[in-house]
């Protein structure tokens, strides 16, 4: 079976899933921002605030949340792939008691694992890069844990440690080396543009894999020798 074709229908998906989904929130915002209709006639106000800013502040988190569950199917679906791919290709097949060490650290470190001790894979000619798809677990993780607090989602000190600059973060932020500064761990922040960017380096491992196992079709591997 070919993994990569439902891997590439699920990332499809999960594109257009964001799209629909996010687009009223992010119209509210462009239409409050804009003073446009129906947020052109603001109430009288002596607060000082800008107008029609809970509506704003409402439609942001809203939209967070698209972007939350949009990474986290995404996490998942890169994941039942690995799951697919391992089922299909070893007549004995391992699991993460195999790699128990690897896995400790996610399922991407443990099946980048386990694929290169059955496969002698050179990952370092894999086009996608696998940081990204690390942190799109952490993100899924943190997303799927949040407190009640629903706006405000955290890097927490373990993520940090392993990524000091964080891929999803607000644009404010970015590049900037957050180990340095523990006490102010950056947001969790999905913009369309970094799931996009994830979602491509999903696709990119999906083709190079499939095409890596493809080449050994003809050979049921035995399991690998970690195991």
Known sequence: MDVYVFLKERIELIR????AASAPFVDTKRCI????????????????????????????VEHELVGRSAVSMLSDALKQAFVNWEQK???????????????????????VACF??????????????????KQVVLARNSAQHADLVLDHLSHDEKSLRSHPRPFFVRPEDEGANASL????????HISKEKLYEAIE???????????EIDRRRYRRWS?????
């Open 16 to 19: 257009h899933f964001y799209d």
């Open 33 to 60: 921002e804009g003073s446009l209709p129906p947020y052109d006639n603001p109430p009288y106000d002596e607060s000082g605030e800008p107008a029609f800013l809970v509506e704003w502040l409402r439609a942001d």
């Open 89 to 111: 290709t070893w007549a004995e097949q391992p699991c993460a008691d195999c790699f128990k060490k690897a896995f400790k650290s996610g399922f991407v470190a443990g099946y």
């Open 116 to 133: 290169t001790e059955g496969f002698d894979l050179d990952w370092s000619s894999c086009p996608a890069d696998l940081d990204v798809l």
């Open 181 to 188: 500064s523990p006490f102010l761990s950056p947001t969790i």
């Open 201 to 211: 380096h999903v696709d990119r491992l999906g083709i190079w894999l499939q095409q």
């Open 223 to 227: 399991r690998p020798k970690a195991c």
